[in-house]
């Protein structure tokens, strides 16, 4: 038998049938980064470019059964955590991370899409859950300036790395994201921002971009930095592509 192996990475994300954020754009990416992405579906949404129609979150057992059943066959280099639409699953999702004692864990702290609509479906209890059960286990948490001010995370955590996306801030011609690590100091990724309205999903590509190269064994710092300069090329390569009557998913291709 082969000694050779994949890298692996199990993304845990609800569905955009669009196809530019959630489970799919995950998959697209740790598929370019040549990782092995498997997938627990935790949520599926009714959703375009332009609106979320409808959500329905998957049953607590049936989630719990896709976990398990993936999990006692297959133990995976890294976890991206997206889309959990309610409190019950985030429990489920930490619980089988603690059971299996799962490392590179990279936790999206998805509450709200970019369209203003809820992800999750009592905020207050969802918060409250991510913070109690799943933050503490994450090796890194990236919640975009909002999520980080409801999330109290502006300037880090003790336990765990914060990364800060800076794309909502006012700054006008560039965009830094902050990493801080526990204990180290913090370090800065500044690109030029791009004006441009395909952004659809940035937040899940470049979640799972970092989930992929820790997979493949690349520091956190390594695998932020290369997946801030992979995101601002993916952003810029589809910024003039005509998609959807709405905000376009980045260039993945
Ligand atoms: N839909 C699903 C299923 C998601 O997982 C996410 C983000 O993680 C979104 C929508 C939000 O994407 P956006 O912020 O681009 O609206």
């Known amino acids: 038998m082969s000694q050779r192996n994949y890298s692996t990475v199990l993304c845990i994300a609800g569905i955009d049938p669009s196809g530019g954020a959630g489970l799919l754009a995950d998959v697209k990416v740790c598929q370019k980064l040549h990782t092995y992405a498997m997938g627990i579906v935790t949520a599926i949404t009714a959703q375009n470019?332009?609106?979320?129609n409808a959500s329905e979150a998957i049953n607590p057992s049936m989630l719990r059964d896709q976990l398990e059943t993936v999990l006692c066959d297959i133990i995976p280099d890294a976890v991206k955590i997206g889309m959990l639409p309610n409190a019950d699953s985030v429990k489920i999702t930490a619980e089988t991370i603690s059971k299996y004692n799962l490392h590179n864990v990279?936790?999206?702290p998805v509450l709200i899409s970019s369209t203003g609509t809820?992800?999750?479906?009592?905020?207050k209890d969802g918060i409250e859950a991510r913070k109690k059960y799943l933050f503490p286990l994450a090796t890194l948490v990236t919640p975009n300036i909002p999520e980080a001010e409801i999330l109290g995370l502006n300037n880090g955590n003790k336990e765990y790395a914060v990364l800060l996306k800076g794309g909502h801030s006012e700054h006008k011609n560039e965009c830094s994201d902050i990493l801080m690590i526990p204990g180290q100091e913090n370090m800065v990724f500044t690109s030029k921002k791009l004006e441009c309205k395909n952004t659809h999903g940035t937040g899940c590509v470049l979640s799972s971009s970092?989930?992929?190269l820790l997979a493949r064994g690349l520091s956190l710092a390594q695998a932020v930095n290369a997946s801030k300069d992979l995101i601002t090329r993916y952003i810029n390569r589809g910024k003039d592509i005509s998609f959807g009557k709405g905000n376009g998913p980045v260039w993945l291709l």
């Open 49 to 52: 470019t332009f609106e979320v």
């Open 106 to 108: 990279v936790v999206d």
């Open 118 to 123: 809820p992800l999750v479906d009592d905020l």
């Open 210 to 212: 970092i989930s992929a």
